[in-house]
């Protein structure tokens, strides 16, 4: 069967070099098609479900929202686990199924579950399913300040005309507003006035609810024509809102004016946002499972550009606090850059131990091709370029190579050895190609398998491990196989093009100097090992046993630590102390970073 590829590829070489040229052409292609992340997907199908439970301590909302919810989905289909936070009007849970199930099946599984709990909840508790988000968190943090307008009117901006056109970017999961002062309309009750008209507190409620807003007032049917009425009554006039009807007291109607003021205020603040120790509202942006981070925040931020010119001059709006995709630009391209500069230690290497450029050329063709083949099978099997496959790739470069060095320096061999024959006794340069060839091609061959065999272990490991590995090793097993098809087809044929040139083997019949002069110091070297079989073999032994001490006393880590270029600094106080103590403090410490030179922001 190889032996027939090899045999077929030196009979048909413009359909082998087409090939070739359209395996670059693809890769390229490719290459601009696929997504870039940092990581492979690690989001493990998780549903969140949030529930308000309307200012219930911890401890009641543990017992009567947590733990029914709780229960009604331990037994669903698929669910591996479930986690829970319970806090002062809040209700977290996590349902977490297994790897591979499909999400939006597991959202209905909960979903239905929900449905169930209507009348075990406390009443007006609704739990609520969280948006579908990416493991990798917040992908851009974007900052709203300004010196003239107030808080209030940037929270407005961030609520109505930032956060819009964010989400109507596709792929962006959920938006965060952090800060500023949230726009409400409020009642200041005044008990005096109230307790006088005999108005409760019910009341004033009730018809705080009920105003400013439209009502149906059926239809008119009159000449064959049928009207509908409608009562308009929706406003945001405060003199209109403080006219609306409470009760009748003595035959006279009181309003809410009567009883109360009507302001224009802030929501009760639980935290606060600022940039540069200045007050600003931050908008905190997450994506969707199995999206591009590049291309998402490259939309986000051309919708951005576009609704800052309709924004107030004085407003400033900073799309660098945070921003995810220049982590991963700069780690894929940390990768990329490693996989250059390997390379070109290979091309370095080659040259220096084959002495010729055409050999090395030879050699050298199966990397490009090698790697564009992987490419196009990992976007075939729906990867994408993440520093694992990167890493797998860079890994494999040394490899690569091998297949085709073997094979182009017994077939360099085999020429020369030819070309040294007289005229009469020279066999036909097809014959010396093919049968170097196959002469190495079954440990080329075994070679090649049992690296392979070394990295299938990775493909048994399951969760988070197997997520982040398994991309590593069908990157380098398909680049390697890749390499291996490369110098059963191309390598052969590119010997026979431009290594059977007379005139070049007479330029090149002895090896190069550096081999001479290795392959001498390699001899002697052997010769001194077999005579000093025990000052080899205990230092040997000396030294495994050292490196398997060291290897037990040496730290364990998933993942080594990256630099991102930004750091998350957390603060915790003693329990009670105020938001606005809070908020002093963290000021504080942001001036203080903000003195180190190389702090950005």
């Known amino acids: 069967m190889l032996n027939k590829i090899i045999n077929y590829s030196l009979n048909n070489k413009l359909f082998v070099l087409l090939g070739a040229v359209l395996l670059i052409v693809g890769g390229l292609f490719t290459v601009q098609k696929m997504d ?84 075990v909840l406390p009443e007006g508790i609704v739990p609520v399913l969280a948006p579908q988000s990416s493991i990798m968190g917040e992908i851009l943090f974007i900052g709203l300040k300004s010196d003239s307008t107030s808080q209030m009117e940037l929270r407005t901006l961030a609520e109505w005309v930032v956060k819009p056109a964010i989400l109507a970017t596709g792929g962006v999961s959920q938006v965060t507003i952090i800060g500023g002062d949230y726009k409400q309309y409020q009642l200041l009750a005044d008990p005096q006035k109230m307790d006088f008209l005999g108005v409760s507190m019910n009341e004033l409620a009730q018809a705080g609810r009920s105003f400013s807003a439209n009502s149906s007032g059926g239809v008119v049917r009159d000449f064959g024509n049928e009207y509908m009425i409608r009562g308009m009554a929706r406003s945001n006039d405060l003199e209109e809102l403080g006219n609306t009807h409470i009760k009748t007291v003595n035959n006279r109607p009181v309003v809410v004016s009567d009883v109360a003021e009507v302001v224009i205020g802030s929501a009760v603040k639980y935290g606060y946002a600022s940039e540069n120790a200045e007050p600003a509202v931050i908008i905190a942006v997450s994506k969707q499972p199995n999206i591009n981070t ?45 996989m250059l500069e390997g390379a070109l230690f290979v091309v370095v290497i080659l040259f220096l131990f084959l002495a010729s450029f055409r050999t090395t050329i030879i050699s050298i063709v199966a990397i490009p091709l090698s790697l564009f083949g992987t490419v196009i099978v990992l976007h075939f099997l729906g990867m994408n370029i993440n520093t694992m496959t990167l890493g797998g790739m860079t890994i494999a470069i040394g490899s690569l190579v091998d297949d085709a060095i073997i094979d182009v320096e017994n077939v360099y ?7 040294r024959k007289p005229r009469e006794e020279r066999r036909p340069v097809f014959d010396i190609v093919l049968n170097a060839s196959i002469e190495i091609r079954a440990s080329i061959l075994n070679a090649t398998l049992i690296i392979m065999v070394a990295f299938i272990p990775l493909f048994f490991l399951t969760g988070m491990e197997g997520r982040m590995l398994k991309p590593l090793g069908v990157a380098f097993i398909v680049a390697l196989f890749m390499s291996l098809i490369v110098a059963m087809t191309v390598t052969p044929l590119m010997c026979k093009l431009l290594l059977s040139n007379e005139k070049y083997l007479d330029k090149n019949k002895a090896d190069s100097w550096l081999t001479v002069r290795l392959t001498s110091l390699y001899e002697k070297s052997l010769e001194w090992v077999l005579r000093n079989k025990k000052k080899v073999l205990y230092p040997t032994i000396g030294l495994f046993l050292v490196s398997v001490g060291l290897f037990f006393t040496m730290g364990r880590s998933f993942l080594p630590e990256f630099n991102e270029g930004a750091l998350v600094i957390t603060a915790v106080t003693k329990p009670g102390v105020s938001p606005e103590e809070t908020n002093r403090l963290g000021n504080l410490m942001e001036t203080e970073l903000l003195k180190i030179p190389e702090v950005a922001s």
């Open 36 to 119: 870039v992340d940092v990581f492979p997907d690690l989001t493990a199908p998780t549903v969140a479900v949030m529930t308000d439970a309307h200012g219930m301590s911890a401890e009641e909302v543990e017992r009567l929202v947590t733990f029914h919810i709780e229960t009604s989905v331990n037994g669903a289909t698929n669910v591996r686990r479930v986690r829970s936070a319970s806090m002062q009007g809040y209700s977290f849970v996590w349902v977490e199924f297994d790897w591979g199930a499909d999400i939006f099946k597991a959202r209905q599984v909960v979903s239905e579950k929900m449905v169930t709990l209507g009348s």
């Open 413 to 419: 061999k085999r020429l020369r050895q030819n070309h």
């Open 294 to 338: 590049l291309k998402v925040t490259e939309n986000i931020e051309k919708n951005l550009g576009e609704i800052g010119k309709s924004l107030p001059r004085d407003v400033v709006m900073n799309t660098r606090i945070f921003r995810q995709a220049d982590f991963i630009e700069s780690s894929v391209r940390n990768v990329g850059s490693a």
